[in-house]
């Protein structure tokens, strides 16, 4: 059996084939665009197959003979619903790069279906969220019976044209966070905070990271707040954005911005080695109790392809069970620490 790369020649898909190339591995490129998949294909000696998403058939066809999707094309909102049913119909192992609580809801909701079908489903196999994930799992078996989890991310370096265009579509939404076990807009008194990082303090604005869900699968706490630090000036902007979410939400609004999110190339190959990220992260227990740990990690998207190639090679091997799984339940906490250029701090 073969595995494929879906979305091949985007910016993040192209990253993860020419690592996998790099490794003498294998893989299928694949996505809608015959003519720039051929050229892909050509430039790394590997095969590829072009069908769109919106086509069943046609998405069922492409699978045949491949063990694992490794889906790289967003939004994820609209493209991992059809690939997931197609993977559980043809009983193809799927794993994608989704940052959005809504992705990773639908697909862990979706553990019957996966046992049943003998595949695996692993929504956030790169930066979102296998770094703060595999934190919070930590964290959690070092502080076990934990009540709240705080978990914070600070990235530099730019955006592919797929973040860009997942930012464009969350502006003028509130944050969101767990309550109770709920998915709720950030209570008031959680919006901002001040975090410790490995680099040094700095503010941070309580976003919709996809850890609000997978971190309650990976560790049963209750009450998660995931924050992430902005560049300096765009708080209030945020704020103001927010507070006209109808107006920012509508296509008038949303078209102009779209377009220009989809013309952004992403990081260049320079900025990304002069960049870095950073996952802290804390839990408390009922009486007051602490533990605390931070994880560095390379830019963003250089991780995401180092941990796309090395989760898609172990389902290949067989080496993960089936049902959908957060990366932590699935590979366990410390697959982050086997990442290139990752450093775990005080766990």
């Known amino acids: 059996m073969s595995w494929m790369i879906y979305g091949a020649y985007g910016y993040t898909g192209s990253l993860v084939a020419q690592l996998a190339a790099t490794r003498g591995e294998l893989p299928v490129l694949a996505g809608r665009d015959e003519?720039?998949?051929?050229?892909?294909?050509?430039?790394?000696?590997?095969?590829?197959?072009?069908?769109?998403?919106?086509?069943?058939?046609?998405?069922?066809?492409?699978?045949?003979?491949?063990?694992?999707?490794?889906?790289?094309?967003?939004p994820f909102s609209s493209t991992a619903p059809p690939m997931v049913e197609a993977c559980l119909a043809s009983g193809t192992h799927y794993l994608d790069v989704t940052g959005e609580i809504d992705v990773f809801e639908h697909v862990l909701g979706l553990d019957k279906e996966a046992n049943a079908a003998g595949v695996t489903l692993l929504p956030g196999s790169g930066f979102d969220v296998v770094p703060s994930d595999c934190l919070a799992a930590m964290l959690a078996h070092a502080l076990p019976g934990a009540k709240s989890l705080t978990l914070a991310i600070r990235m530099s370096g730019g955006a592919s044209p797929g973040t860009a265009k997942t930012m464009v579509e969350s502006l003028g939404t509130p944050g969101r966070a767990r309550v109770g076990g709920a998915i709720v807009p950030v209570p008031a008194q959680l919006r901002r905070r001040s975090v410790p990082f490995t680099s040094g303090a700095a503010e941070a604005l309580?976003?919709?990271?996809?850890?609000?869900?997978?971190?309650?699968?990976?560790?049963?706490?209750?009450?998660?707040?995931?924050?992430?630090?902005?560049?300096?000036?765009?708080?209030?902007?945020?704020?103001?954005?927010?507070?006209a979410g109808p107006v920012v939400r509508s296509r008038l609004f949303q078209a102009p911005l779209r377009a220009f999110a989809g013309r952004v190339r992403g990081p260049s190959s320079e900025a990304r080695s002069k960049s870095h990220g950073e996952v802290w992260g804390e839990v408390v227990?009922?009486?007051?109790?602490?533990?605390?740990?931070?994880?560095?990690?390379?830019?963003?998207?250089?991780?995401?392809?180092?941990?796309?190639?090395?989760?898609?090679?172990?389902?290949?091997a067989g080496e993960i069970q089936s049902g959908a799984m957060t990366p932590s339940r699935a590979l366990g906490t410390d697959f982050v620490r086997e990442l290139d250029g990752v450093a775990v701090h005080r766990t």
């Open 35 to 74: 003519e720039r998949l051929a050229a892909l294909g050509e430039q790394l000696g590997l095969e590829h197959r072009a069908f769109a998403l919106s086509d069943p058939a046609a998405v069922r066809s492409g699978l045949d003979g491949i063990g694992t999707v490794a889906h790289c094309a967003g």
């Open 285 to 316: 227990a009922s009486d007051g109790t602490r533990a605390c740990g931070a994880i560095t990690t390379p830019n963003g998207y250089d991780l995401t392809a180092d941990s796309v190639v090395r989760i898609a090679t172990r389902l290949e």
């Open 206 to 243: 309580a976003i919709a990271w996809g850890d609000v869900s997978t971190a309650y699968h990976s560790t049963g706490i209750a009450d998660i707040t995931v924050y992430a630090t902005l560049p300096r000036g765009a708080a209030p902007l945020v704020g103001m954005l927010t507070l």
